[in-house]
C-alpha cells in the first residue's frame, strides 16, 4: 500500500524516502504532517511531508534516524512497504504575500521547510533562506532551495561550508542589512528557541512549525501539547505552525525528554 | 415490525408458551440472582486477562429461568438498541443458545461487547419487574455476554443475513461502537458500506479506550470479522476530513455519510504543573497501552510505569486507567474524586473491582496544583478539600472547597481523567456543518441528520461524551432514519 518507490541517503544518519501515498499527495499542503508506524509493534510517529508528486501519487519524507522507531524507518529499502501511513495531519501553512519571508532550517527540519519556501516564493514573496547544519555534509536541499528562493545563506557550526556560525547568525546578518517580513523557522526545538528569540528583538513575525511527541495525531491523546501564549495548545490539531513568540520552548524541550528513560 | 413487536410476537410460540407454564413466577422469582465468576483480585491486579470469566451453561439456564416473561416487557424500553431481552433470555432457558445468540445479533451488532460494558443496571435491569418485587433484577448484562460467547466458543458463528445488494454506497466515518453499528444494521438493509479509520486498527475506544482486562481484543476483532463477512469494508489510516474530503466521498459515489469521530481533545484542569512529565490524559495512557500494547517488552511504543500512581476523576475512564497502573506495576493506585462516591459516575461493578485491587479512593478531593523535582517530573500535588453543597445543573450535590484544608499527596504519575471534547477534526473540515457551543456536531434528533443533508451523526461527536451503547443505539436511530430518508425519494 504505501511502498518505497526510491531512497537516498543524504548523509550518514539522514534519508529521503519517496513514499507511494495517492491520496495524501492529493491532499496534502504545505505544513502538513503525517503519521508512521513501521512495524507491527513499531511507534506512531509524526513527521512533516517534505514535498509530493501528485503525478506519482508518491509524498517525501526526509528522516533523521535518532531513535528506535527513525532508525527503523532509516533501515527500509527501496521497494519496502511502510506499515502504517495516515495524514495528512495539522494544519497548513498560512501562505499570502507579505513582502520578504526568511526562511531558517537547521537539521532534518530543512526538508518540511521545502514545500514553504516553494509556496511563499509562489505567493509572490522574496524568500531568502537560510540553511544551517554542523558540517558540510549535513546540508540538506541546497540546489532546490536556490531553485526555489531569492537567495540561499549556508551557515556551518565547523565552517566547512558557507559560512562558519549558527543558523541565527545567518538570520541576524539579513534582518540587519534589509527589512523582513516574516520569519519561518523549522528545526531542533532549541534552534527555533534561540531563532525566536532573536527576531522577537526585532520585533519580527515569526511562525515555528513544532514536531513533538504524539500518538494518536488526530487531536485525542493530548500528548503533543505546549504553551503558546499562556494556553495549552495541542500541536497535532492546533499546530504544527505557531506564532514562535509566543511558544513556551523551555516547556517543549523538557517534555521532548518526557520517555528517554522511561522503557 | 418494531422489536417489541417482534418479541411479543415470539412470545406467543408454542414452546415459549410451554416455557412459561413449566414453572410459577413465585418460583423463579425465588431463584437468587446470579453471581458472575471472577478471577481472583490479587491474581488478576497482576495480570491483563479479563476480570469477568462469564457464566457456565448451567448457571446461564438457572438465571434465565428467574426471567418472567413478562407480556409488556419494560426491560426492552431501557436498551437503547431495542434487543428483544425476553425472546434470547427464553431461548437459553430452552437451552437453545444459538437461537439466543442469533435474536441479539438482529438488534446488536456487538453483543459479546455490550454484555461486557454496558451499564445495564442503568438501562434493562434498572427497568427489570423483579425489582418492583424488591428482588435483584435479572442479569441480563451477564446473559447477552453469556449467549455471545457461548456462540463464539462453539465455534458456529452465524453471520446475519443480509438483504441483496441495493448498489447504494455509504460511508462511515470512525469504526467505534456508533459506526461499527450503523455499518451493521445498513449492511443487512442491503448498503455497500466502507467504514474509514483514522487509526491503524479497527474499534475505536473498543481498541485503544476499553483495556483487555474489561474488553479482550479477540472479543472486538471477532464481532469486527462478522461485519466484515456482512461485507462491510474497513479503511484503517484513512482520515475522513483529511485524507478524504467531504467532497472527495461525494465524488466517490458515497451518497450518505455516518460521522461518527468520537471524543477527542482530552480535558485538562487548567492547573500549574499540568504540564509536567508524568501528567498525562487517560486518553494518552490508555491509547498507549491498549491501541499501541506498550505494555509488551517487543513495542516500541513506551509507557510511564509509576510506582505512585494517581488517577484524577470519578468515571469509567477514570477506573480503567488506576486499574491499568495497577498491573504496571504501581504499588499505590489512587483514585482522587472531588466529589463523594455517591456521586462517582463509574459503574458500581468498576469501582467494586478496582476497590477488591487495591485501589484506593481519595474522594472529596481537588487538585489545585501539581509540583515537579529539579527534572520536571511529577513528584506531588496539592490538593483542596472539598465538601458538598446544593445540587448542581446534573442533579448531584456541588462540590464545593474547605477554605484552607490544603494537603499534598506525593505521586510520580498523575492520569488526568476529567472527560473530553468533541474531536474538532470532522467539524472544521466539513464546511457548512452547524455545531453547538461546545463544538460537538448538530443532528436532528430523532433522524441523526445534520445541517448537510447527505452527513448524519452520532456517538460522542454530537452527544460529547457518553457510553458505547448510547453511541450504538445512534448508530442504529441514524441508519434507520437514513434508508426511511432515501426510500421516500424518488
Same mark, same amino acid.
Given at each position: 500500500?504505501?511502498?518505497?518507490?526510491?531512497?537516498?541517503?543524504?548523509?550518514?544518519?539522514?534519508?529521503?524516502?519517496?513514499?507511494?501515498?495517492?491520496?495524501?499527495?492529493?491532499?496534502?499542503?504545505?505544513?502538513?504532517?503525517?503519521?508512521?508506524?513501521?512495524?507491527?509493534?513499531? #511507534?506512531? !510517529?509524526?513527521? @512533516?511531508?517534505? $514535498?509530493?508528486?501528485?503525478?506519482? =501519487?508518491?509524498? *517525501?519524507?526526509? &528522516?533523521?534516524? %535518532?531513535?528506535?522507531?527513525?532508525?527503523?524507518?532509516?533501515?527500509?529499502?527501496?521497494?519496502?512497504?511502510?506499515?502504517?501511513?495516515?495524514?495528512?495531519?495539522?494544519?497548513?501553512?498560512?501562505?499570502?504575500?507579505?513582502?520578504?519571508?526568511?526562511?531558517?532550517?537547521?537539521?532534518?527540519?530543512?526538508?518540511?521547510?521545502?514545500?514553504?519556501?516553494?509556496?511563499?516564493?509562489?505567493?509572490?514573496?522574496?524568500?531568502?533562506?537560510?540553511?544551517?547544519?554542523?558540517?558540510?555534509?549535513?546540508?540538506?536541499?541546497?540546489?532546490?532551495?536556490?531553485?526555489?528562493?531569492? #537567495?540561499? !545563506?549556508?551557515? @556551518?557550526?565547523? $565552517?566547512?561550508?558557507?559560512?562558519? =556560525?549558527?543558523? *541565527?547568525?545567518? &538570520?541576524?546578518? %539579513?534582518?540587519?542589512?534589509?527589512?523582513?517580513?516574516?520569519?519561518?523557522?523549522?528545526?531542533?526545538?532549541?534552534?527555533?528557541?534561540?531563532?525566536?528569540?532573536?527576531?522577537?528583538?526585532?520585533?519580527?513575525?515569526?511562525?515555528?512549525?513544532?514536531?513533538?511527541?504524539?500518538?494518536?495525531?488526530?487531536?485525542?491523546?493530548?500528548?503533543?501539547?505546549?504553551?503558546?501564549?499562556?494556553?495549552?495548545?495541542?500541536?497535532?490539531?492546533?499546530?504544527?505552525?505557531?506564532?514562535?513568540?509566543?511558544?513556551?520552548?523551555?516547556?517543549?524541550?523538557?517534555?521532548?525528554?518526557?520517555?528517554?528513560?522511561?522503557? | 415490525?418494531?422489536?417489541?413487536?417482534?418479541?411479543?410476537?415470539?412470545?406467543?410460540?408454542?414452546?415459549?408458551?410451554?416455557?412459561?407454564?413449566?414453572?410459577?413466577?413465585?418460583?423463579?422469582?425465588?431463584?437468587?440472582?446470579?453471581?458472575?465468576?471472577?478471577?481472583?483480585?490479587?491474581?488478576?491486579?497482576?495480570?491483563?486477562?479479563?476480570?469477568?470469566?462469564?457464566?457456565?451453561?448451567?448457571?446461564?439456564?438457572?438465571?434465565?429461568?428467574?426471567?418472567?416473561?413478562?407480556?409488556?416487557?419494560?426491560?426492552?424500553?431501557?436498551?437503547?438498541?431495542?434487543?428483544?431481552?425476553?425472546?434470547?433470555?427464553?431461548?437459553?432457558?430452552?437451552?437453545?443458545?444459538?437461537?439466543?445468540?442469533?435474536?441479539?445479533?438482529?438488534?446488536?451488532?456487538?453483543?459479546?461487547?455490550?454484555?461486557?460494558?454496558?451499564?445495564?443496571?442503568?438501562?434493562?435491569?434498572?427497568?427489570?419487574?423483579?425489582?418492583?418485587?424488591?428482588?435483584?433484577?435479572?442479569?441480563?448484562?451477564?446473559?447477552?455476554?453469556?449467549?455471545?460467547?457461548?456462540?463464539?466458543?462453539?465455534?458456529?458463528?452465524?453471520?446475519?443475513?443480509?438483504?441483496?445488494?441495493?448498489?447504494?454506497?455509504?460511508?462511515?466515518?470512525?469504526?467505534?461502537?456508533?459506526?461499527?453499528?450503523?455499518?451493521?444494521?445498513?449492511?443487512?438493509?442491503?448498503?455497500?458500506?466502507?467504514?474509514?479509520?483514522?487509526?491503524?486498527?479497527?474499534?475505536?475506544?473498543?481498541?485503544?479506550?476499553?483495556?483487555?482486562?474489561?474488553?479482550?481484543?479477540?472479543?472486538?476483532?471477532?464481532?469486527?470479522?462478522?461485519?466484515?463477512?456482512?461485507?462491510?469494508?474497513?479503511?484503517?489510516?484513512?482520515?475522513?476530513?483529511?485524507?478524504?474530503?467531504?467532497?472527495?466521498?461525494?465524488?466517490?459515489?458515497?451518497?450518505?455519510?455516518?460521522?461518527?469521530?468520537?471524543?477527542?481533545?482530552?480535558?485538562?484542569?487548567?492547573?500549574?504543573?499540568?504540564?509536567?512529565?508524568?501528567?498525562?490524559?487517560?486518553?494518552?495512557?490508555?491509547?498507549?497501552?491498549?491501541?499501541?500494547?506498550?505494555?509488551?517488552?517487543?513495542?516500541?511504543?513506551?509507557?510511564?510505569?509509576?510506582?505512585?500512581?494517581?488517577?484524577?476523576?470519578?468515571?469509567?475512564?477514570?477506573?480503567?486507567?488506576?486499574?491499568?497502573?495497577?498491573?504496571?506495576?504501581?504499588?499505590?493506585?489512587?483514585?482522587?474524586?472531588?466529589?463523594?462516591?455517591?456521586?462517582?459516575?463509574?459503574?458500581?461493578?468498576?469501582?467494586?473491582?478496582?476497590?477488591?485491587?487495591?485501589?484506593?479512593?481519595?474522594?472529596?478531593?481537588?487538585?489545585?496544583?501539581?509540583?515537579?523535582?529539579?527534572?520536571?517530573?511529577?513528584?506531588?500535588?496539592?490538593?483542596?478539600?472539598?465538601?458538598?453543597?446544593?445540587?448542581?445543573?446534573?442533579?448531584?450535590?456541588?462540590?464545593?472547597?474547605?477554605?484552607?484544608?490544603?494537603?499534598?499527596?506525593?505521586?510520580?504519575?498523575?492520569?488526568?481523567?476529567?472527560?473530553?471534547?468533541?474531536?474538532?477534526?470532522?467539524?472544521?473540515?466539513?464546511?457548512?456543518?452547524?455545531?453547538?457551543?461546545?463544538?460537538?456536531?448538530?443532528?436532528?434528533?430523532?433522524?441523526?441528520?445534520?445541517?448537510?443533508?447527505?452527513?448524519?451523526?452520532?456517538?460522542?461527536?454530537?452527544?460529547?461524551?457518553?457510553?458505547?451503547?448510547?453511541?450504538?443505539?445512534?448508530?442504529?436511530?441514524?441508519?434507520?432514519?437514513?434508508?426511511?430518508?432515501?426510500?421516500?425519494?424518488?
Amino acid at each position: 500500500m504505501h511502498r518505497i518507490l526510491s531512497k537516498e541517503r543524504f548523509s550518514s544518519r539522514v534519508v529521503k524516502l519517496e513514499v507511494e501515498a495517492p491520496l495524501i499527495a492529493r491532499a496534502r499542503k504545505a505544513g502538513h504532517f503525517v503519521i508512521v508506524k513501521t512495524g507491527e509493534k513499531g #511507534e506512531r !510517529i509524526p513527521l @512533516t511531508i517534505a $514535498g509530493a508528486d501528485t503525478q506519482r =501519487g508518491s509524498i *517525501t519524507l526526509v &528522516v533523521q534516524a %535518532v531513535g528506535t522507531s527513525t532508525e527503523k524507518i532509516c533501515a527500509l529499502k527501496e521497494g519496502d512497504e511502510i506499515t502504517d501511513l495516515a495524514g495528512p495531519l495539522g494544519q497548513a501553512t498560512h501562505i499570502e504575500k507579505v513582502g520578504t519571508v526568511l526562511c531558517a532550517g537547521g537539521g532534518v527540519g530543512v526538508a518540511p521547510l521545502m514545500p514553504i519556501v516553494e509556496a511563499m516564493q509562489q505567493a509572490g514573496n522574496r524568500v531568502i533562506v537560510v540553511l544551517a547544519a554542523r558540517t558540510r555534509e549535513l546540508i540538506l536541499l541546497e540546489e532546490p532551495m536556490r531553485a526555489f528562493s531569492d #537567495e540561499v !545563506i549556508l551557515m @556551518t557550526e565547523d $565552517g566547512s561550508y558557507g559560512e562558519k =556560525g549558527l543558523v *541565527t547568525q545567518g &538570520v541576524e546578518n %539579513v534582518i540587519r542589512r534589509e527589512k523582513v517580513d516574516l520569519c519561518v523557522t523549522i528545526g531542533p526545538a532549541v534552534m527555533m528557541k534561540f531563532v525566536a528569540a532573536l527576531t522577537k528583538r526585532y520585533e519580527i513575525p515569526t511562525i515555528a512549525s513544532l514536531n513533538t511527541i504524539m500518538v494518536d495525531a488526530t487531536g485525542m491523546c493530548g500528548a503533543c501539547r505546549v504553551t503558546v501564549g499562556g494556553k495549552t495548545r495541542f500541536v497535532c490539531v492546533d499546530g504544527p505552525e505557531f506564532d514562535a513568540h509566543q511558544v513556551d520552548f523551555n516547556e517543549m524541550l523538557l517534555r521532548l525528554k518526557g520517555y528517554d528513560n522511561d522503557r | 415490525m418494531t422489536t417489541t413487536d417482534k418479541n411479543a410476537l415470539s412470545r406467543q410460540a408454542p414452546w415459549r408458551v410451554e416455557l412459561r407454564k413449566a414453572k410459577k413466577n413465585r418460583e423463579r422469582a425465588e431463584i437468587p440472582r446470579v453471581r458472575m465468576n471472577e478471577q481472583d483480585a490479587a491474581r488478576r491486579s497482576r495480570n491483563k486477562e479479563e476480570v469477568n470469566l462469564g457464566l457456565t451453561p448451567a448457571q446461564a439456564m438457572q438465571e434465565a429461568v428467574r426471567c418472567l416473561d413478562c407480556p409488556n416487557p419494560s426491560c426492552m424500553e431501557g436498551c437503547p438498541v431495542g434487543v428483544q431481552i425476553p425472546t434470547f433470555i427464553k431461548y437459553i432457558e430452552a437451552g437453545r443458545f444459538p437461537e439466543a445468540a442469533g435474536t441479539l445479533k438482529e438488534t446488536n451488532a456487538l453483543p459479546a461487547v455490550c454484555g461486557r460494558v454496558c451499564p445495564q443496571e442503568r438501562q434493562c435491569e434498572a427497568r427489570c419487574i423483579h425489582l418492583k418485587m424488591k428482588k435483584e433484577a435479572v442479569a441480563i448484562g451477564y446473559l447477552e455476554r453469556f449467549a455471545a460467547d457461548h456462540e463464539r466458543e462453539s465455534g458456529q458463528i452465524s453471520v446475519p443475513k443480509t438483504a441483496p445488494s441495493n448498489g447504494i454506497r455509504v460511508a462511515v466515518a470512525g469504526s467505534g461502537p456508533a459506526g461499527l453499528s450503523f455499518a451493521g444494521d445498513m449492511a443487512r438493509m442491503g448498503y455497500e458500506v466502507t467504514v474509514f479509520e483514522a487509526l491503524h486498527r479497527i474499534g475505536g475506544v473498543l481498541r485503544y479506550g476499553i483495556p483487555e482486562f474489561r474488553l479482550p481484543k479477540r472479543i472486538v476483532d471477532m464481532e469486527i470479522d462478522i461485519l466484515r463477512q456482512m461485507g462491510v469494508r474497513f479503511i484503517p489510516n484513512c482520515i475522513v476530513g483529511k485524507t478524504l474530503s467531504r467532497e472527495d466521498l461525494l465524488a466517490e459515489g458515497f451518497r450518505g455519510i455516518f460521522v461518527a469521530g468520537g471524543a477527542g481533545l482530552p480535558n485538562f484542569m487548567g492547573i500549574p504543573g499540568e504540564n509536567l512529565l508524568g501528567v498525562m490524559s487517560s486518553n494518552e495512557y490508555l491509547t498507549r497501552v491498549n491501541l499501541m500494547e506498550a505494555d509488551d517488552p517487543e513495542s516500541d511504543t513506551p509507557v510511564w510505569r509509576g510506582k505512585n500512581v494517581a488517577v484524577i476523576g470519578g468515571g469509567n475512564t477514570a477506573m480503567d486507567s488506576v486499574r491499568t497502573a495497577r498491573r504496571l506495576g504501581a504499588e499505590r493506585a489512587v483514585i482522587v474524586y472531588r466529589r463523594s462516591e455517591a456521586e462517582m459516575p463509574a459503574r458500581l461493578e468498576e469501582v467494586k473491582h478496582a476497590r477488591e485491587e487495591g485501589i484506593e479512593f481519595l474522594t472529596l478531593h481537588n487538585p489545585i496544583e501539581y509540583l515537579g523535582d529539579e527534572k520536571g517530573r511529577v513528584r506531588g500535588m496539592r490538593l483542596q478539600k472539598m465538601c458538598l453543597g446544593e445540587p448542581d445543573a446534573s442533579g448531584r450535590r456541588r462540590p464545593e472547597p474547605i477554605e484552607g484544608a490544603i494537603e499534598t499527596l506525593d505521586t510520580d504519575e498523575v492520569i488526568v481523567s476529567v472527560g473530553v471534547s468533541p474531536n474538532p477534526l470532522i467539524p472544521t473540515a466539513f464546511k457548512g456543518l452547524q455545531l453547538s457551543e461546545r463544538g460537538c456536531i448538530l443532528v436532528e434528533e430523532s433522524t441523526l441528520r445534520s445541517s448537510l443533508g447527505e452527513v448524519y451523526a452520532g456517538g460522542d461527536i454530537v452527544r460529547g461524551g457518553a457510553t458505547v451503547i448510547l453511541a450504538m443505539g445512534d448508530g442504529r436511530r441514524a441508519a434507520r432514519a437514513m434508508n426511511a430518508a432515501w426510500r421516500a425519494e424518488p
